[in-house]
């Protein structure tokens, strides 16, 4: 296999941080391979348009009656209209060549050499303006390290009415506008309610901890919550004195051979003497059940073995914090997915209007 060039290796990379089992380094976040998709996807779509734009031109040349340049093959077949010369850059221009009309079409099949050569050209400008574009890009790691209140909570509801401290219990709502029945015994009503509830709280029944739609809502969106997935994975936040700190400093993200877990070293990015561990699924869901001594059992000695195995004894943390996301009366999960058995169907069910536009509930 030959060497990938650097640009897909980074792509390919950062796409591993969803794998459970990817036990290598792993340089860049998703979010990376999100803005470089961004460039390549317009360094093609340039290629598409320079190869239509060319095989016009090549089309009017030949309306005109002006005969094709002459080509570097010595056999005789170039002038017949089945002509099809081979190699990778005949079968490029093909593949190009199948989203244009018939004229254009024609028009590879008669000078595919010339296409593909303008083709080279056009391209090569487009790709290095794009690379260019994408060397301004930060593409650096972003991790909000400080939580979320004055990063995204403070700026949100600035002028907008939040209660704190109370929760929704009932959404009424029909033709007349909604009500809400909230947990303290107040009750708001308003024209229309974005319900932005996460899936793991919908799937739950009232009577433990989901909230009660009245009218219900339609089947359509029912099947949709219960056909999609919540899952769970959950996190401890362990912090030692910096001192004590035994693990890779300078690396931002950490791995080990156990399945169960990966780590990202808040040491790396601010703050001082904290290691994340993510934990993943099945073990996610199984140590809600355990308690915070058991899973600190389950981890320390791993963590030992793992990154400091000359230590006759892991220093222990001053702080632990074991997440139960689950649990967590607020969300019941912590995660989405596309369960086996749903759909893209589903995913637009659930996040249509209820009831929606056109029904005779809205009168």
């Given at each position: 296999?030959?060497?990938?060039?650097?640009?897909?290796r980074r792509v390919m990379d950062s796409f591993k941080v969803?794998?459970?089992?990817?036990?290598?380094?792993?340089?860049?976040?998703?979010?990376?391979?999100?803005?470089?998709?961004?460039?390549?996807?317009?360094?093609?779509?340039?290629?598409?348009?320079?190869?239509?734009?060319?095989?016009?031109?090549?089309?009017?040349?030949?309306?005109?009656?002006?005969?094709?340049?002459?080509?570097?093959?010595?056999?005789?077949?170039?002038?017949?209209?089945?002509?099809?010369?081979?190699?990778?850059?005949?079968?490029?221009?093909?593949?190009?060549?199948?989203?244009?009309?018939?004229?254009?079409?024609?028009?590879?099949?008669?000078?595919?050499?010339?296409?593909?050569?303008?083709?080279?050209?056009?391209?090569?400008?487009?790709?290095?303006?794009?690379?260019?574009?994408?060397?301004?890009?930060?593409?650096?790691?972003?991790?909000?390290?400080?939580?979320?209140?004055?990063?995204?909570?403070?700026?949100?509801?600035?002028?907008?009415?939040?209660?704190?401290?109370?929760?929704?219990?009932?959404?009424?709502?029909?033709?007349?506008?909604?009500?809400?029945?909230?947990?303290?015994?107040?009750?708001?009503?308003?024209?229309?309610?974005?319900?932005?509830?996460?899936?793991?709280?919908?799937?739950?029944?009232?009577?433990?901890?989901?909230?009660?739609?009245?009218?219900?809502?339609?089947?359509?969106?029912?099947?949709?919550?219960?056909?999609?997935?919540?899952?769970?994975?959950?996190?401890?936040?362990?912090?030692?004195?910096?001192?004590?700190?035994?693990?890779?400093?300078?690396?931002?993200?950490?791995?080990?051979?156990?399945?169960?877990?990966?780590?990202?070293?808040?040491?790396?990015?601010?703050?001082?003497?904290?290691?994340?561990?993510?934990?993943?699924?099945?073990?996610?869901?199984?140590?809600?059940?355990?308690?915070?001594?058991?899973?600190?059992?389950?981890?320390?000695?791993?963590?030992?073995?793992?990154?400091?195995?000359?230590?006759?004894?892991?220093?222990?943390?001053?702080?632990?914090?074991?997440?139960?996301?689950?649990?967590?009366?607020?969300?019941?999960?912590?995660?989405?997915?596309?369960?086996?058995?749903?759909?893209?169907?589903?995913?637009?069910?659930?996040?249509?209007?209820?009831?929606?536009?056109?029904?005779p509930e809205l009168g």
């Amino acid at each position: 296999m030959g060497a990938v060039p650097p640009l897909e290796r980074r792509v390919m990379d950062s796409f591993k941080v969803t794998m459970w089992g990817y036990v290598a380094e792993l340089p860049l976040l998703s979010t990376t391979s999100l803005k470089e998709d961004a460039a390549v996807d317009a360094a093609m779509a340039a290629r598409r348009a320079a190869a239509a734009a060319d095989a016009a031109a090549v089309s009017a040349d030949a309306d005109a009656g002006t005969p094709p340049p002459p080509t570097t093959t010595t056999t005789t077949t170039t002038s017949t209209p089945n002509y099809r010369p081979t190699g990778r850059k005949t079968q490029a221009s093909s593949i190009l060549g199948r989203g244009l009309n018939a004229a254009s079409q024609a028009a590879f099949a008669a000078q595919p050499d010339v296409v593909a050569a303008r083709l080279a050209a056009a391209t090569a400008t487009q790709v290095a303006a794009a690379a260019a574009q994408s060397a301004s890009l930060n593409l650096g790691d972003g991790l909000v390290v400080g939580g979320y209140g004055r990063f995204l909570i403070d700026h949100l509801h600035r002028g907008v009415d939040v209660r704190l401290g109370t929760s929704v219990r009932e959404i009424e709502h029909g033709a007349g506008g909604t009500r809400l029945q909230l947990s303290d015994g107040t009750s708001l009503t308003a024209d229309y309610v974005i319900v932005t509830l996460p899936l793991g709280v919908l799937k739950r029944p009232p009577e433990a901890g989901g909230v009660r739609f009245s009218p219900q809502l339609s089947e359509r969106k029912r099947e949709a919550i219960a056909r999609l997935g919540m899952g769970t994975e959950n996190k401890v936040v362990l912090r030692w004195a910096v001192k004590d700190v035994f693990w890779p400093a300078a690396r931002p993200y950490l791995q080990c051979t156990d399945q169960r877990f990966r780590f990202l070293n808040l040491h790396h990015f601010g703050k001082p003497g904290v290691l994340l561990v993510m934990c993943a699924p099945p073990f996610s869901t199984t140590m809600e059940r355990m308690d915070d001594r058991a899973v600190l059992a389950e981890l320390l000695p791993l963590l030992r073995a793992t990154f400091a195995p000359s230590l006759p004894v892991l220093p222990p943390p001053l702080e632990a914090h074991v997440t139960r996301w689950g649990a967590d009366p607020y969300s019941f999960g912590s995660y989405s997915f596309d369960r086996v058995g749903s759909s893209a169907a589903h995913r637009a069910a659930l996040r249509a209007p209820e009831p929606e536009p056109g029904s005779p509930e809205l009168g």
